[in-house]
């Protein structure tokens, strides 16, 4: 029986720390924060998300870095594993749109309190406010930890599951980037990612609040799309959030660090084509014809949007629609289906779901996540370069590359 240091009381962390003690090793998880699964408490707006039941294509599509990686262990532990896992613990789960699972209650707590529980059957010793400053090696191999108070913990084998960078009050502020670094391993650059994004127009603030559905969203790089997808999206006061964009982000997100902006079109209107639109508005204004401009828009657009539409569109809000010209109604159905802005930057961390990039792949065993470098130490979870889009995907790679983890240990 070796004895197994986990560093991290979030979804990998805990999960690795059952399957090793499942295996007989006597396991010690340290937690820097007072309570465990600070950050699992807030996703899914504190649902919890679990995973999602989707086949494995679509597992491995919704991934967005480095999904070759994780072919062994997501099907060394597949999203019905998870599944059962909860079930099994006394956290009944439930499916929703998109393949989303759930806990029943729709309380993240519950899937917190579940791990605990399964912890506590298993004997593992948790030690909260317990902050990790180093993981030490000894002629290539995994022997001790250090912590913040001087003291140190050896044991056989260590995983580092402290997260990436977002939601830096959970306690996610790259720990384990730092412990990687120092035995040797590269890391990828970090961004946010999953995050709004803001934008140039002034008038995006008259606009906060407004939330759209059945838009299509696409993102250029100049002349070339970097981007495109439907759904539903929510302007903000500095900028652009909601499902759609949020998935946006992870697909622009470095270009956009790196070389903004970007230019993001949404078609208001994506199941009409410019003449049927053309034809839609025609009906609207002979229906309004004695109106002001500004006056008869109410069935195209929420209220919130006309005053914007009307300004960009240059007709004049108090002409009568009978008097708009065929080329001004053109240049409004342009806008429709062409409705502009800058994306000038991410939003920071603080708003980020997930962290984009970490600790490169090629030096971990994507079998076992051991350390090529550091015999004993493996990683799992947001610490790695690997990240995927909304829906439960990201927590599966967590459950995934932690239960590849506690199971490895020897």
């Known amino acids: 029986m070796s004895k197994v240091i986990v560093i991290g009381g979030g979804a990998a962390g805990m999960f690795s720390a059952v399957a090793a003690a499942e295996n007989g090793h006597s396991v010690t998880l340290y937690e820097k924060n007072d309570r465990l699964g600070k950050k699992l408490f807030i996703t899914g707006k504190g649902r919890c998300n679990l995973t999602n039941d989707g086949d494995m294509d679509t597992l491995f599509q919704s991934v967005m870095s480095n999904s070759s990686f994780l072919y062994s262990s997501f099907y060394g532990y597949t999203n019905h594993d998870v599944i059962r896992f909860f079930e099994n613990i006394g956290v009944p789960v439930k499916t929703e749109r998109g393949g989303r699972v759930f806990p029943v209650s729709d309380h993240s707590s519950d ?10 059957r298993l004997g593992v010793k948790i030690r909260l406010c317990s902050e990790v ?6 002629e ?88 495109q997808d439907f759904g539903e999206m929510l302007f903000t006061h500095y900028g652009v959030s909601g499902p759609l964009l949020l998935s946006a982000s992870s697909y622009v997100g470095r270009v956009l660090t790196e070389n903004p902006p970007l230019t993001l079109e949404i078609d208001l209107k994506p199941a009409l084509t410019e003449e049927m639109l053309n034809r839609r508005i025609l009906r609207d204004f002979e229906e309004n014809q004695n109106k002001q401009f500004k006056n008869a828009l109410g069935k195209l657009f929420p209220s919130k949007l006309i005053p914007v539409m009307i300004e960009l569109s240059g007709i004049d809000p108090e002409k009568k629609v009978n ?78 590359t932690a239960y590849a983890a506690g199971n490895a240990v020897e």
């Open 111 to 120: 899937v917190i309190k579940g791990l605990e529980r399964e912890m506590k």
């Open 133 to 138: 400053k180093t993981v030490e090696m000894k």
């Open 140 to 227: 290539g191999c995994f022997h001790h930890i250090k912590l913040a108070d001087g003291r140190e913990e050896k044991g056989n084998a260590c995983i580092v599951a402290t997260g990436g960078l977002s939601y830096q009050s959970t306690g996610s502020t790259g720990d384990g980037y730092r412990f990687a670094l120092r035995l040797g391993h590269t890391v990828r650059s970090c961004i946010p990612s999953l995050v709004p994004m803001e934008v140039k127009e002034p008038w995006i603030q008259e606009l906060q609040g407004l939330s759209l559905r059945n838009v299509q969203a696409t993102v250029y790089q100049g002349k070339k799309r970097l981007y």
């Open 323 to 400: 008097i708009i010209s065929k080329e001004e109604r053109k240049k409004l159905v342009h806008l429709i289906k062409h409705f502009k802005m800058e994306l000038i930057k991410l939003r920071d961390y603080n708003e980020a779901i997930i962290t984009k990039g970490g600790i490169a792949t090629k030096e971990i065993d994507p079998g076992t996540m051991e350390s090529r470098l550091a015999k004993g130490v493996y990683f799992a979870g947001e610490v790695l370069d690997v990240d995927a889009l909304t829906g439960g995907f990201n927590l599966q790679i967590a459950w995934s």
